[in-house]
C-alpha cells in the first residue's frame, strides 16, 4: 500500500512536467514543411486581380483560421442537439461474497435470539438493469442550448463574410498599389540611366563655363532627390509584394507578375462617381448587407434564449423513469421486472439566485440592442465618411 502511494505521488510530480524545447523543435520542422509547401508554388501566367483575391480567399491563414472555428461551432451546435436525448443508462453487477447473507431474529415476546437456517440470495450474483430517464427540466435548457449553438454557427458565417469582405479589399488595394508602382518603376528606371549622362553634361559645360556652378549644384540635388525617389519606390514596390503575398497566404520569396492588362483607369471608371451617389441609398444597402448587423441581430436572439434559459431553470424539475431488471438469483421468483415512475425536485434556496440572473439575462437583452444601435451609427457614419 505505501508502495503504491509513493508511485503515485511520484507520477503525479511529474504529470505536468513538458520539454518545451523538444516540444518547440518539433512544431518548428512541421511548420516549416508547411511554408516550404507554399514558397515552392509557381505561377505561369501573370496574376490578375481576380485570382490574387481567388488565392488569397483559399490560402490566407486567417481565413483559414476563421473555416476552422466555424467547423468547430457546428460540431458544437450538433453536441447541443444531440444532448437533447433522454438518458439510457446500462447497467451491469457481478459480486460474489465469502458466506452466504444469514440473520439473526429477535422475539419480542420473549427476547430470545435465533439463526436462520434459510437464504434468499446466493453468494454470487449477477444483476443488470437498462433505465430510460428523462428529466423535463434539462431538456427545455438542452434546447435553448441547442439553438444557441445553432445561431452562434450562423455568427461564425457571418464573421467569415465579413472577413473576406476585407480581405478581398485588402488585396485589391495592395494588388492596385503595386502594379502602379511597377508601372511608375519604368519611367523611373529610364531617368535614372539619364542621371550620370546628365551629371557629366552638367559638369562639362561648369568646365566650359557654359552653366553657373550654383545652377548646377541645385540640378544635381535635383538628380540626387530623383535617385533617392527611384530607391524608395523600389522599396515600396517590394513592401507591396510582401504584404499582397502575405494577405494571398504565399511565402514573402514567392515569385509571380502581375497583369498589365489591368487597367486601373478602367477599374476608377466602373466606380460610380461620388456626385451621382445617393447617401440615404448608400446608408440603406449597407443597413441591410452588413455582415456584422446580422451578427448583431444573431447576438440580441443569443441573448433571449439566455433569459429564456434562466426563466425555465427556476422551475422545479420533472423526472420521468422506466426501468427494466434482471437477476439470476435462483432464489427469486420473478428473475426479471420492469419499473416506471416520475418525481418532482425543486432546490427552494436556488430560487433567490435564479431570479436574479435571470434578471440580469434581461438586462443583457438591453445591452445588446444598445451595442447594435452603437454599431448601426458607427456604419453610417463609415458611409458618409467614404
Same mark, same amino acid.
Given at each position: 500500500m505505501g508502495v503504491g502511494i509513493c508511485w503515485l505521488a511520484a507520477g503525479c510530480s511529474t504529470l505536468f512536467e513538458v520539454d518545451l524545447e523538444t516540444q518547440r523543435r518539433a512544431h518548428v520542422e512541421q511548420e516549416r514543411k508547411f511554408l516550404q509547401a507554399r514558397e515552392s508554388?509557381?505561377?505561369t501566367d501573370p496574376l490578375t486581380l481576380a485570382e490574387a483575391v481567388r488565392i488569397g480567399m483559399l490560402n490566407n491563414l486567417d481565413m483559414r483560421v476563421n473555416r476552422m472555428m466555424e467547423n468547430i461551432a457546428d460540431d458544437n451546435a450538433l453536441s447541443r442537439k444531440l444532448e437533447m436525448l433522454p438518458a439510457l443508462n446500462l447497467r451491469g453487477d457481478l459480486s460474489s461474497r465469502s458466506n452466504y447473507p444469514l440473520r439473526e431474529y429477535k422475539n419480542l415476546e420473549t427476547g430470545e435470539i435465533s439463526l436462520s437456517n434459510t437464504v434468499s440470495e446466493e453468494k454470487t450474483r449477477k444483476a443488470?438493469?437498462?433505465?430510460?430517464?428523462?428529466?423535463?427540466?434539462?431538456?427545455?435548457?438542452?434546447?435553448?442550448?441547442a439553438r444557441q449553438a445553432a445561431v452562434e454557427t450562423e455568427?461564425?458565417?457571418?464573421e467569415r463574410m465579413r472577413q473576406a469582405q476585407l480581405l478581398?479589399? %485588402?488585396i485589391a488595394s495592395a494588388y492596385w498599389k503595386s502594379l502602379l508602382a511597377e508601372k511608375n518603376l519604368a519611367y523611373i528606371r529610364e531617368i535614372e540611366q539619364n542621371i550620370g549622362v546628365f551629371k557629366e553634361n552638367a559638369e562639362e559645360m561648369v568646365q566650359q563655363k557654359q552653366l553657373d556652378p550654383i545652377v548646377?549644384?541645385?540640378i544635381e540635388m535635383q538628380l540626387t532627390g530623383l535617385s533617392i525617389t527611384a530607391s524608395e519606390l523600389q522599396a515600396e514596390i517590394s513592401g507591396m509584394r510582401i504584404e499582397l503575398s502575405r494577405l494571398m497566404g504565399l511565402m514573402p520569396s514567392s515569385r509571380f507578375e502581375l497583369a498589365e492588362t489591368e487597367d486601373f483607369k478602367i477599374y476608377l471608371g466602373n466606380l460610380p462617381a461620388p456626385d451621382a451617389l445617393d447617401t440615404r441609398h448608400l446608408e440603406t444597402i449597407s443597413l441591410y448587407h452588413r455582415p %456584422?448587423?446580422?451578427s448583431a441581430d444573431l447576438q440580441q436572439q443569443v441573448q433571449h434564449d439566455e433569459a429564456r434559459a434562466a426563466l425555465v431553470s427556476m422551475f422545479p424539475g420533472i423526472r420521468l423513469d422506466a426501468s427494466y431488471y434482471y437477476d439470476d438469483n435462483e432464489f427469486l421468483v420473478n428473475n426479471d421486472w420492469t419499473t416506471v415512475g416520475i418525481g418532482l425536485v425543486q432546490n427552494l434556496l436556488a430560487l433567490p439566485s435564479q431570479y436574479m440572473g435571470w434578471k440580469a439575462r434581461e438586462k443583457s437583452i438591453e445591452l445588446a440592442k444598445v451595442r447594435r444601435?452603437?454599431?448601426?451609427?458607427?456604419?453610417?457614419?463609415?458611409?458618409h465618411m467614404s
Open positions: 508554388v509557381q505561377f443488470v438493469s437498462l433505465t430510460l430517464s428523462w428529466n423535463i427540466l434539462d431538456f427545455g435548457l438542452s434546447y435553448f442550448r455568427i461564425r458565417r457571418m478581398a479589399s %485588402e548646377a549644384k541645385d %456584422e448587423l446580422f444601435l452603437l454599431l448601426t451609427a458607427g456604419i453610417i457614419a463609415q458611409v
